[in-house]
């Protein structure tokens, strides 16, 4: 399960935020908490109570997890596992599980292999909420750990959200391709399996999510781009 809380601000036209996360098992008795800091959506820094420490991805992140570590703020964030998570989880879990909505899942074959060119698959996930997803792909049931991009979850408009993951994979025969999908409506993995027959009408359903799934790889890359040229120097506050 995940419970995750957002904290925005805005400075000088630099986007930075903090999202802070629960996350337990379905019995409620492995609880971790995890703060990430992000700058303009590239993650900075990230403390992980089952770690124990901040660890830096970038060169700013590592000189502030270098001095977190050896000060005061090691101990406080050491202290918001039990403060934040394991003595709310029980009321946050209900309150969320409530309000949440289970995704709708569809996997599309966006080009079908040529050549030395790929097949490409499309797994869309829709009409989710709260935002917070995972979404991977699983071969003859081994999790694939490359030729993938995802979008960023993309508020529909309507309170609910969408996202995309593309595939790039050479077919094999009698193999199962299968998108797996975590979010906190269900307290079990939602594996869809890829189904070639797939009706054309669904089919035309996943055409409009896959030029989202274009839109959002390009304004990553954008924020990329930006926070490269506009990070340095900046020293982060924990909140």
């Not at 906190?184 to 890829?194: G, L």
Request: net charge negative; with cysteine.
């Amino acid at each position: 399960g995940l419970i995750y809380f957002l904290v925005l601000l805005f400075v000088d036209g630099y986007d930075f935020y903090t999202e802070t996360e629960c996350v337990f098992s379905e019995a409620l008795t492995d609880v971790e908490y995890i703060a990430t800091w992000y700058f303009n959506k590239d993650p900075v820094l990230r403390f992980n109570s089952t770690v124990g420490k901040f660890v830096g991805f970038t060169e700013l992140g590592v000189k502030n997890a270098d001095a977190w570590n050896k000060g005061p703020y090691l101990q406080q964030y050491k202290a918001k596992r039990d403060a934040y998570c394991t003595n709310n989880i029980q009321i946050d879990q209900s309150i969320v599980l409530v309000k949440s909505v289970p995704p709708k899942i569809w996997i599309n074959s966006e080009k079908q292999a040529s050549g030395d060119q790929p097949a490409v698959l499309i797994c869309s996930a829709f009409d989710f909420y709260p935002p917070a997803i995972d979404v991977y792909w699983l071969r003859d049931g081994e999790k694939v750990t490359g030729g993938f991009i995802a979008t960023e979850e993309m508020a529909d408009g309507d309170w609910y959200y969408q996202v995309h993951s593309r595939l790039d994979y050479t077919p094999k025969s009698g193999e199962k391709i299968s998108c797996v999908v975590e979010h906190v409506s269900s307290t079990k993995p939602i594996i869809t399996d890829w189904n070639p027959s797939l009706p054309e009408t669904d089919r035309n359903k996943i055409a409009i999510g896959s030029s989202g799934l274009v839109l959002g790889l390009v304004l990553s890359a954008a924020g990329f781009i930006y926070y490269k040229k506009k990070s340095t120097g900046r020293i982060l506050v924990p909140s």
